[in-house]
């Protein structure tokens, strides 16, 4: 607002300001929150022609400009003169705004809850209101936000808490601004030294650096800014160009200082799957020792377990798998045969509500990814103490059942036991010493075909799905294996693990144990256009699963349409699913009491707080999965046609599921093309961590 004159807001009632008096008036104006010193060389109208202390003539509105009380020396005419005069003032205006008690200022005024002019202030202040005074009073309560409350050319006193609240979020202020600062230093060092570990006090900024580039948005815009501003500076003061996106940004950033590389998975920052373990956990994890004998075993146990050490068990899984949770055994009995299932008792080192227990309930599951495993729990106990490793004694939940010469099952029980693992085996082992004719496994094979014979008569559905596996190698290329669900191997383990879920949901219902039952409705009939008359192949595989219903929870059994089955559980993997190793618990505890571990409501509550972790790292895992595909594609040679099969057509882009890597990418097709056939293809560009790739169709 202008001030005519002499730091008066107001004209007199009924009369038109004077002009020529205004010429030579200091005044202040602003520009970008800067306060500007000038002098008035000319009226016109409504408008002052000015010139600031850059020597710049401007024209501007009366509104924009504050008078002050004050005008240039008698004598200063000609630019340059006036220019001097004004440098010469601002240098006592800003000698006066430096030295102001703004608190003290505040002090004299603040019991009175009204707003004051600068005159006022001055007057009350200094006892005059001298024009370097006036000015430099009024630059210090415009700088200095915490005493006063601005309402245009008037400053009001601000109540005693509100100060004090504006001090100490100036203080945080000051605080961040001055880690911001040591953060861009550190930066500047990791540029020269990759090795330098983050300080303390860097460590919130390089994880908010680490969320922009993955894109996280958060619920707070201030810290969305914050990460931002950061990016940009850091940029700025290591000279690092700044294209694209503030993502990519960010990403260019952190690879340049070595916080990053070329594969870093923002999947698992955006989803914040946590990467390492504690001390605390690692702590917990070397507290546990298993048994080295049954002999060895601690009253409490010795007395509640079966000893089933003498039985021949198996583990079949990949050969890179180092978590093994289950084995098999299988004996021959009076009138047929005597299968086990033993899965390796979890809850006997991970016990409820400790560190460890919290740090796997928040992780809720493990994922494999092609360059990493990130372990639900430390690999102490993952891998090397539960673990059922060949020729180590375990404490296990052993589902045993006595199946009849027909293989069907005529009894079942679960129990609490002790195993010790005779053999590993791959799946590669299995499908070779069944083609060799291996008695044993042959007679579990035809167990594990009848028991899905029996289901797919119940009405279960065999939905095939072509998969391939991506490792990544020590020479940075990627390796896909290629995984065959309908081995004898895969379908043997299947099975088995199956038939153990069911025998102990049905166990549950039967003992009211509280559990999270998985069900799932039957399909619809009809599928989307475009996918009714696809051929065999992956184009009907495709339709099937798509047209497949999300599995349900609930804790009374339901019908499961996908396995043919009235009650199913999961909790046969306690090492890689916490919910597996809470109905573990509901299990030990029951065979040992009596009485379930958990209520129904407690239950509930852990399934719900799992549930949200378990969907992240579901997104995550998927997310990484496509990634690395996406780098086997972009490794691979591009010359080179690669087919696909048109799987979608109801799309605006049609879907096309390419072999080699079984990714389904949107393509363009040459039109008149049906469901289900298949096309060369050539890869025109590709970008894994965009997540875009551009197929053209060969003719």
């Given at each position: 607002?202008?001030?005519?004159?002499?730091?008066?807001?107001?004209l007199p009632s009924g009369k038109e300001p004077?002009?020529?008096?205004?010429?030579?008036?200091?005044?202040?104006?602003?520009?970008?929150?800067?306060?500007?010193?000038?002098?008035?060389?000319?009226?016109?109208?409504?408008?002052?022609?000015?010139?600031?202390?850059?020597?710049?003539?401007?024209?501007?509105?009366?509104?924009?400009?504050?008078?002050?009380?004050?005008?240039?020396?008698?004598?200063?005419?000609?630019?340059?003169?006036?220019?001097?005069?004004?440098?010469?003032?601002?240098?006592?205006?800003?000698?006066?705004?430096?030295?102001?008690?703004?608190?003290?200022?505040?002090?004299?005024?603040?019991?009175?809850?009204?707003?004051?002019?600068?005159?006022?202030?001055?007057?009350?202040?200094?006892?005059?209101?001298?024009?370097?005074?006036?000015?430099?009073?009024?630059?210090?309560?415009?700088?200095?936000?915490?005493?006063?409350?601005?309402?245009?050319?008037?400053?009001?006193?601000?109540?005693?808490?509100?100060?004090?609240?504006?001090?100490?979020?100036?203080?945080?202020?000051?605080?961040?601004?001055?880690?911001?600062?040591?953060?861009?230093?550190?930066?500047?060092?990791?540029?020269?030294?990759?090795?330098?570990?983050?300080?303390?006090?860097?460590q919130d900024n390089i994880l908010l650096m680490?969320?922009?580039?993955?894109?996280?948005?958060?619920?707070?815009?201030?810290?969305?800014?914050?990460?931002?501003?950061?990016?940009?500076?850091?940029?700025?003061?290591?000279?690092?160009?700044?294209?694209?996106?503030?993502?990519?940004?960010?990403?260019?950033?952190?690879?340049?200082?070595?916080?990053?590389?070329?594969?870093?998975?923002?999947?698992?920052?955006?989803?914040?799957?946590?990467?390492?373990?504690?001390?605390?956990?690692?702590?917990?994890?070397?507290?546990?020792?298993?048994?080295?004998?049954?002999?060895?075993?601690?009253?409490?146990?010795?007395?509640?377990?079966?000893?089933?050490?003498?039985?021949?068990?198996?583990?079949?899984?990949?050969?890179?798998?180092?978590?093994?949770?289950?084995?098999?055994?299988?004996?021959?009995?009076?009138?047929?045969?005597?299968?086990?299932?033993?899965?390796?008792?979890?809850?006997?080192?991970?016990?409820?509500?400790?560190?460890?227990?919290?740090?796997?309930?928040?992780?809720?599951?493990?994922?494999?990814?092609?360059?990493?495993?990130?372990?639900?729990?430390?690999?102490?106990?993952?891998?090397?103490?539960?673990?059922?490793?060949?020729?180590?004694?375990?404490?296990?939940?052993?589902?045993?059942?006595?199946?009849?010469?027909?293989?069907?099952?005529?009894?079942?029980?679960?129990?609490?036991?002790?195993?010790?693992?005779?053999?590993?085996?791959?799946?590669?082992?299995?499908?070779?010493?069944?083609?060799?004719?291996?008695?044993?496994?042959?007679?579990?094979?035809?167990?594990?075909?009848?028991?899905?014979?029996?289901?797919?008569?119940?009405?279960?559905?065999?939905?095939?799905?072509?998969?391939?596996?991506?490792?990544?190698?020590?020479?940075?290329?990627?390796?896909?294996?290629?995984?065959?669900?309908?081995?004898?191997?895969?379908?043997?383990?299947?099975?088995?693990?199956?038939?153990?879920?069911?025998?102990?949901?049905?166990?549950?219902?039967?003992?009211?144990?509280?559990?999270?039952?998985?069900?799932?409705?039957?399909?619809?009939?009809?599928?989307?256009?475009?996918?009714?008359?696809?051929?065999?192949?992956?184009?009907?595989?495709?339709?099937?699963?798509?047209?497949?219903?999300?599995?349900?929870?609930?804790?009374?059994?339901?019908?499961?349409?996908?396995?043919?089955?009235?009650?199913?559980?999961?909790?046969?993997?306690?090492?890689?699913?916490?919910?597996?190793?809470?109905?573990?618990?509901?299990?030990?505890?029951?065979?040992?009491?009596?009485?379930?571990?958990?209520?129904?409501?407690?239950?509930?509550?852990?399934?719900?707080?799992?549930?949200?972790?378990?969907?992240?790292?579901?997104?995550?895992?998927?997310?990484?999965?496509?990634?690395?595909?996406?780098?086997?594609?972009?490794?691979?040679?591009?010359?080179?046609?690669?087919?696909?099969?048109?799987?979608?057509?109801?799309?605006?882009?049609?879907?096309?599921?390419?072999?080699?890597?079984?990714?389904?990418?949107?393509?363009?097709?040459?039109?008149?093309?049906?469901?289900?056939?298949?096309?060369?293809?050539?890869?025109?560009?590709?970008?894994?961590?965009?997540?875009?790739?551009?197929?053209?169709?060969?003719?």
């Open positions: 607002m202008a001030i005519f004159p002499k730091g008066s807001s107001k004077s002009v020529d008096p205004l010429l030579g008036s200091f005044a202040h104006y602003e520009d970008n929150a800067a306060v500007i010193l000038a002098v008035v060389v000319s009226t016109k109208k409504d408008k002052l022609g000015i010139l600031n202390i850059r020597g710049r003539e401007l024209e501007l509105a009366a509104s924009r400009l504050y008078l002050l009380p004050g005008k240039e020396p008698v004598g200063a005419s000609g630019q340059a003169a006036r220019v001097e005069a004004i440098k010469a003032l601002q240098a006592r205006i800003d000698a006066e705004a430096d030295k102001l008690n703004v608190e003290e200022l505040w002090g004299f005024v603040c019991e009175e809850a009204r707003a004051f002019s600068i005159s006022e202030l001055c007057k009350s202040y200094f006892g005059s209101d001298e024009v370097a005074q006036h000015a430099g009073m009024r630059v210090a309560l415009i700088r200095e936000k915490i005493h006063f409350k601005r309402e245009k050319d008037l400053f009001e006193p601000r109540p005693t808490h509100v100060v004090e609240d504006l001090r100490r979020a100036e203080e945080a202020r000051r605080k961040k601004a001055a880690v911001r600062d040591a953060t861009i230093e550190f930066l500047s060092q990791r540029l020269r030294d990759s090795s330098l570990p983050v300080p303390l006090e860097a680490e969320e922009v580039a993955a894109g996280i948005q958060h619920s707070d815009p201030g810290r969305q800014k914050e990460g931002r501003e950061l990016v940009h500076a850091a940029c700025d003061a290591l000279s690092i160009a700044q294209h694209g996106n503030i993502e990519k940004q960010a990403f260019e950033l952190l690879e340049k200082v070595g916080f990053f590389h070329r594969d870093t998975n923002l999947s698992l920052i955006r989803h914040s799957i946590p990467l390492s373990f504690d001390s605390e956990s690692a702590k917990e994890s070397r507290a546990y020792e298993p048994a080295q004998a049954v002999d060895t075993l601690p009253p409490h146990e010795k007395g509640f377990r079966k000893d089933l050490t003498r039985l021949h068990a198996i583990t079949i899984d990949d050969s890179s798998t180092k978590d093994m949770d289950d084995a098999i055994t299988l004996d021959r009995s009076r009138d047929g045969w005597t299968l086990g299932i033993h899965i390796t008792d979890v809850s006997c080192a991970v016990l409820p509500e400790t560190h460890l227990d919290r740090v796997a309930r928040r992780r809720a599951t493990s994922l494999y990814c092609a360059d990493q495993t990130i372990n639900m729990l430390p690999e102490e106990l993952s891998d090397l103490k539960l673990s059922l490793r060949q020729g180590e004694v375990r404490l296990c939940i052993s589902v045993i059942l006595q199946l009849n010469s027909s293989l069907e099952v005529v009894h079942s029980e679960v129990l609490p036991s002790c195993i010790r693992v005779a053999q590993r085996l791959s799946y590669d082992d299995v499908d070779r010493l069944l083609e060799e004719g291996d008695s044993t496994l042959l007679t579990l094979h035809e167990i594990a075909a009848a028991c899905e014979a029996r289901r797919i008569s119940s009405g279960a559905m065999r939905v095939h799905k072509r998969e391939a596996v991506p490792f990544k190698e020590s020479d940075d290329s990627i390796r896909l294996l290629e995984i065959d669900e309908d081995s004898p191997a895969r379908i043997l383990v299947s099975e088995m693990m199956v038939l153990a879920n069911q025998v102990m949901a049905e166990f549950a219902a039967k003992h009211h144990i509280p559990v999270l039952f998985r069900g799932q409705e039957r399909p619809e009939d009809s599928a989307p256009a475009g996918q009714q008359e696809a051929p065999e192949g992956p184009a009907k595989d495709f339709s099937a699963r798509t047209k497949l219903k999300k599995s349900t929870v609930t804790f009374e059994p339901q019908w499961h349409a996908g396995l043919g089955l009235a009650a199913y559980i999961q909790a046969t993997s306690p090492i890689r699913r916490y919910l597996d190793l809470c109905h573990q618990r509901q299990f030990v505890s029951y065979l040992r009491s009596g009485k379930p571990w958990a209520t129904r409501a407690e239950l509930e509550e852990i399934f719900h707080e799992v549930e949200a972790h378990l969907q992240a790292a579901t997104v995550a895992s998927r997310e990484t999965r496509r990634y690395w595909l996406m780098r086997y594609l972009e490794q691979r040679e591009r010359a080179k046609p690669i087919v696909g099969t048109v799987v979608r057509l109801d799309l605006k882009t049609p879907l096309v599921e390419l072999d080699e890597a079984y990714l389904t990418i949107f393509a363009r097709v040459p039109k008149g093309t049906r469901i289900g056939a298949q096309l060369s293809f050539r890869i025109s560009s590709i970008d894994p961590r965009g997540d875009t790739i551009r197929l053209e169709a060969l003719a």
